[in-house]
């Protein structure tokens, strides 16, 4: 039996902080979902005072409704956190968010990879965000087959590109498609992967 190619980890996921991230989301989650509940209950009071004589349950589906949807956000946004990532096994690239997505490399029917720009913004003293007028180019590729498309960003969540052993090794992949685009995106891989500033261009 023929052996199973090795799996490869892309770095486009946090690579450090995850735990702290994980927990500080937990801590704020907590005390918004309280928070909502206390307004979903006060809004639940107002309406049942509009009303005249309305349902005493009010307030209490209302404050429960508010709190539900604070957790259902929380929850995506921690599973996004915990779930990020992406690998190559041989010519199969599979990249993990909230859902799980992957293409075999050889089948694919176009491949595309630029440079996407990301401005960043901060925070002002008012409390309001504001453009710092940095940006970040973050290289995505691409990859459309029959039964859909993928894309991953060659950063991690820390804004780091990822290490050039694993663009050589997407490269390598992206070798075995026959198809209009994947000659380009491999030997643009390379050339990052031997100088970073090759992005820029």
């Known amino acids: 039996m023929q052996p199973s190619a090795p799996r490869i980890p892309l770095s486009v996921g ?42 005493p349950a009010v307030p ?66 008012d409390g309001s965000l504001v453009a710092t007028g940095a940006v970040t180019r973050t290289p995505v590729l691409t990859v459309t087959t029959d039964t859909g498309t993928v894309k991953l960003g060659l950063r991690s969540r820390e804004s780091l590109l990822i290490p050039p052993p694993e663009m050589y090794a997407l490269a390598a992949a992206l070798d075995t498609a026959r198809c209009p685009g994947a000659p380009e995106a491999s030997a643009w891989l390379r050339a990052m992967a031997a100088d970073p500033r090759t992005m820029l261009l």
């Open 14 to 55: 946090y690579q450090s902080g995850r735990t702290g991230r994980v927990v500080s989301l937990l801590v704020l989650g907590v005390i918004l979902t309280v928070a909502c509940g206390c307004v979903g209950a006060f809004l639940g009071t107002g309406l049942n005072a509009a009303a005249g004589d309305g349902n």
């Open 60 to 125: 209490a589906l209302v404050a429960l409704l508010s709190a539900a949807l604070v957790m259902l956000l929380v929850g995506l946004l921690v599973t996004s956190i915990v779930r990020a990532g992406a690998w190559l096994e041989g010519t199969r690239l599979t990249v993990v968010g909230l859902t799980t997505r992957s293409v075999d490399l050889r089948a694919a029917r176009s491949v595309s990879l630029h440079a996407a720009a990301v401005a960043h913004t901060g925070v002002s003293s």
